[in-house]
T-cell receptor, first 112, second 110 residues
Framework: DAGVIQSPRHEVTEMGQEVTLRCKPI?????LFWYRQTMMRGLELLIYFNNNVPIDDSGMPEDRFSAKMPNASFSTLKIQPSEPRDSAVYFC??????????FGSGTRLTVV | RKEVEQDPGPFNVPEGATVAFNCTYSNSASQSFFWYRQDCRKEPKLLMS???SGNEDGRFTAQLNRASQYISLLIRDSKLSDSATYLCVVRADSGYALNFGKGTSLLVTP
């Protein structure tokens, strides 16, 4: 089992550019979560999907953020346009039936 | 106010010491409780679940006090490899979403 796979590992982009983060959950896990981690705020839930359907997106900071899960094996988190305050580590996690979370290695985003 | 509060530390302790971390949570309807460990520049990983009766896993003991909405983690005989950030985590009353504390940093020194 390859675990939760996120790409890219690092992303440096200029303010105003579109950023797309990708996540492949563990096969058979039917819930997927996007979290953002900063020193100031810690880990914050942005959105989560159950069976590919968005269940709670109340953590998405604003309309510049959007997330999709077109199928059970792929999800994207898009920021358009990006701003310096979006700089953070973005984690994807998937969950199986025993509530066990598995996190991906994260994407470290820097917006300059 | 964050739903899960932790002392950020850092806790600097010598090898072999016993160290305890505490955490409080605000949602009395919370169902499940966990401690996660996060190494520097790595993803969080589950350390242990926390049960109402208290539970132990080797050198690690977790306790839950639902009346006080308080969770603790005790590490005995600290090892250098225990140096990490320890995240207190609470699952809300429905669904799988977890609320994370900001973490407590532990540094174990020789």
């Amino acid at each position: 089992d390859a675990g939760v796979i996120q790409s890219p590992r690092h992303e440096v982009t200029e303010m105003g550019q579109e950023v797309t983060l990708r996540c492949k959950p563990i096969s058979g896990h039917n819930s997927l979560f996007w979290y953002r981690q900063t020193m100031m705020r810690g880990l914050e839930l942005l959105i989560y999907f159950n069976n590919n359907v968005p269940i709670d997106d109340s953590g998405m900071p604003e309309d510049r953020f959007s997330a999709k899960m077109p199928n059970a094996s792929f999800s994207t988190l898009k920021i358009q346009p990006s701003e310096p305050r979006d700089s953070a580590v973005y984690f994807c996690a998937s969950v199986g039936g025993n509530y066990g979370y598995t996190f991906g290695s994260g994407t470290r985003l820097t917006v300059v | 106010r964050k739903e899960v509060e932790q002392d950020p530390g850092p806790f600097n302790v010598p090898e072999g010491a016993t160290v305890a971390f505490n955490c409080t949570y605000s949602n009395s309807a919370s169902q499940s409780f966990f401690w996660y460990r996060q190494d520097c520049r790595k993803e969080p990983k589950l350390l242990m679940s926390v049960y109402s009766s208290g539970n132990e896993d080797g050198r690690f003991t977790a306790q839950l006090n639902r009346a006080s909405q308080y969770i603790s983690l005790l590490i005995r005989d600290s090892k250098l490899s225990d140096s990490a950030t320890y995240l207190c985590v609470v699952r809300a009353d429905s669904g799988y979403a977890l609320n994370f504390g900001k973490g407590t940093s532990l540094l174990v020194t020789p």
